[in-house]
């Protein structure tokens, strides 16, 4: 059979490939031994290409399978890294098949993609492909076990290289250090009124929309901030957005000038670690705009409040999430989904807000189904319920799909969402 596996790593795409290919080390020829691989030989051949030789017991009671595979890594242009484990005879002779044992054929294909790091972490999408044929007459059982285990590796590189503490160090450092400079502004001896204010260029390519605004931050008292945004309407300050336009992008001057954004943000403390947020805006799109897209284009100014709910929400873990904050954080999975870019897999949207979100990273490193499940339950596609055995922490990836696949079914035959969630998670 195929199988597939994918996830976001804490590390660069050298790293890693790095660790994938070094097959002969102690530590793997130990591990290796815990996974029921009695034989295991590795032959090196240059620094691009090795021979891996196993030998492997599949339960059940079969009889035991070698594999004899080349192994060979390339990097491309753009960086990103292929190893790719293909059959060969090459060795066959200085690795005999041992008497009762079955050979196996397997292709397997690992493959790095670097991604934008995350302050001075890097990150890589991997993705793993593997086509199995064990030969013989194999229960599906045990194909089953065997393909969930193999494919568990990407999960397992995952938490060797997680750095969730560091990720959440840097944001945290960020977000104070912004908040030192908006600190260091107010206690400016200048600044009397508790005031300042600076200059905002926003734009909106896909609708071709530029708001040219001041933007003003005001502390009334120790428990409130109002934000507040008006547009650029001297003539002087006209001719700088004019100027600035052109400076700044070509595709500016194909811009809606007429565009005009008031809004109002008020910040109130309720108590230690809690805020209300309330946010109030005016849009002028300019003439000849349609309704739809003036709604379309203030849902997405309104998101701000949603998106700042979340900005700090990522910041919990999974042991601080509060049931509401779970909500939000499950209507902001789903919102992201619904408004992804065309051609984007909705398992690659899944897969970004894990990562993003240190609770849900904190699960899905805990519990290798958890991931693979959130993406089925995004799928919502019409399957039969499958029974999923086992506690929690002893699940895996294949398991998690069955879980989250069987929650559509179970949405459409139930009269509320709320009843098919209990029925679901019974």
């Excluded at 309720?270 to 003439?287: P, Y």
């Amino acid at each position: 059979g195929t199988g597939i596996a994918k996830a976001v790593v804490d590390a660069s795409v050298e790293e890693l490939a790095a660790f994938v290919f070094t097959l002969d080390t102690a530590e793997r020829k130990v591990k290796a031994r815990k996974r029921g691989i009695s034989g295991y030989n590795v032959k090196r051949v240059n620094d691009h290409t090795l021979y891996y030789n196993t030998t492997r017991d599949l339960g059940f009671m079969l009889n035991h399978r070698d594999w004899r595979t080349k192994v060979i890594w390339k990097k491309e242009e753009d960086g990103k890294v292929i190893i790719d484990g293909s059959d060969t005879k090459d060795v066959i002779k200085e690795y005999p098949v041992e008497d009762g044992n079955v050979l196996a054929s397997a292709h397997t294909v690992w493959y790095f993609e670097p991604l934008q790091p995350i302050g001075e972490i890097p990150q890589t999408a991997v993705t793993l492909t593997t086509s199995v044929d064990a030969g013989g007459n194999i229960p599906t059982a045990a194909a089953n076990y065997n393909g969930k285990k193999y494919l568990s590796a990407v999960s397992k590189l995952r938490k060797r290289f997680d750095k969730t503490i560091d990720i959440d160090a840097n944001k945290r450092r960020q977000t104070n250090e912004g908040w030192q400079e908006v600190q260091g502004r107010f206690g400016n001896q200048e600044n009397k009124n508790n005031t300042f204010q600076l200059e905002v260029r926003t734009i909106e390519p896909a609708k071709k929309r530029e708001f040219f605004s001041t933007m003003r931050l005001h502390k009334v008292d120790d428990q409130t901030i109002i934000i507040t945004t008006k547009p650029i309407t001297t003539n002087e300050e006209k001719k700088q957005k004019h100027r600035s336009t052109i400076r700044h992008s070509i595709l500016s001057t194909h811009l809606n000038p007429s565009s005009k954004e008031i809004t109002s943000m008020r910040l109130t403390k309720i108590r230690e670690k809690e805020t209300k947020f309330e946010l109030t805006t005016k849009l002028e799109l300019g003439k000849k705009v349609q309704k739809g897209m003036v709604q379309e284009s203030l849902k997405k100014h309104l998101a701000v409040v949603d998106n700042t709910a979340m900005f700090f929400l990522n910041f919990l873990g999974s042991e601080e999430v509060l049931e509401n904050d779970g909500k939000l954080i499950g209507e902001q999975l789903m919102f992201k989904v619904k408004m992804r870019e065309k051609r984007k897999k909705k398992e690659e949207v899944v897969m970004t807000f894990i990562k993003e979100n240190r609770a849900l990273k904190e699960v899905a490193v805990k519990y290798l189904f958890f991931e693979s499940m959130l993406c089925a339950i995004v799928k919502s596609q019409l399957q039969p319920s499958k029974e999923v055995k086992g506690r929690a922490e002893c699940l895996e990836e294949e398991d998690g799909r069955k879980i989250g696949s069987s929650l559509a079914l179970v949405l459409a035959t139930t009269l509320t969402g709320e009843h098919a969630i209990d029925e679901w998670s019974l």
